[in-house]
Every structure is written in C-alpha cells, then in structure tokens.
C-alpha cells in the first residue's frame, strides 16, 4: 500500500490549507486513515482520524473546530481541510492508514511520505 500526500505550503496565518492523500489501493471500510504533523526536533503528533466504514472522526484538541478530515471512498483518498491556519501548525503533515483510530504513530502501518505546512504569522 502506497500513500501520497500532497497540497502542503505557504500560507499567512489565518488561512487555509487542504491536504490529500490518495491510496494506490482500495481502502477497505475495516481501516482507519489518519493525519500526523511533525516539526523537527519533536514527536510525531495526532492530528484527525477516520474510521474509513463508519465515517466517525477524531480530532486533537489542538485543532478541533479548525481542521476537518473527510474521505472521497470513490478516489480512495483522505483529505484534511484545515482553517484558521495558526504559526504553531506548522509542520511535515504525514498520512497514515491502520485500524483503530489511536493517537499513537506505531498503531499506524502504512505510511505517506509527508507534505510540508508553513504558516507565517
């Protein structure tokens, strides 16, 4: 299972951003997909999950009410809508498929490489 990641960059503080994650495979509605941002120096942090069969959501406190991760199952892709762009969000955004909706990386197997959000203030 390959992940891609994609539509990370430059935006003013305030704004918006939408990450997408395609899978080059079926996701089946057993999977759960999630998001994790890094900054270098630090852990690897929760950010939204999915349950892929259900739809329930999960978020991180931190960007609860501000981001919204949705799934396009057609396009088998997990995308992340993220608003009111803060500096502190800055990050390596990484998806992640896996099974249970955890906040712990290792639960997650499958991972994408990581697209870059920069937020200015």
């Known amino acids: 299972v390959q992940l891609q990641a994609s539509g990370g960059g430059l935006v003013q503080a305030g704004g918006s951003l939408k990450l997408s994650c395609a899978a080059s495979e079926r996701i089946y509605s057993s999977s759960v997909m999630g998001w994790f941002r890094q900054d270098p120096g630090k852990e690897r942090e929760f950010v939204a999950a999915?349950?892929?069969?259900?739809?329930?959501?999960y978020y991180a406190d931190s960007v609860k009410g501000r981001f919204t991760i949705s799934k396009d199952t057609a396009k088998n892709t997990v995308n992340l809508e993220m608003n009111s762009l803060k500096p502190e969000d800055t990050a390596t955004y990484y998806c992640?498929?896996?099974?249970?909706?955890?906040?712990?990386?290792?639960?997650?197997?499958?991972w994408g490489q990581g697209t870059q959000v920069t937020v200015s203030s």
């Open positions: 999915i349950r892929w069969g259900r739809g329930s959501t």
């Open positions: 992640a498929r896996g099974t249970s909706p955890t906040h712990v990386p290792g639960d997650y197997r499958y």
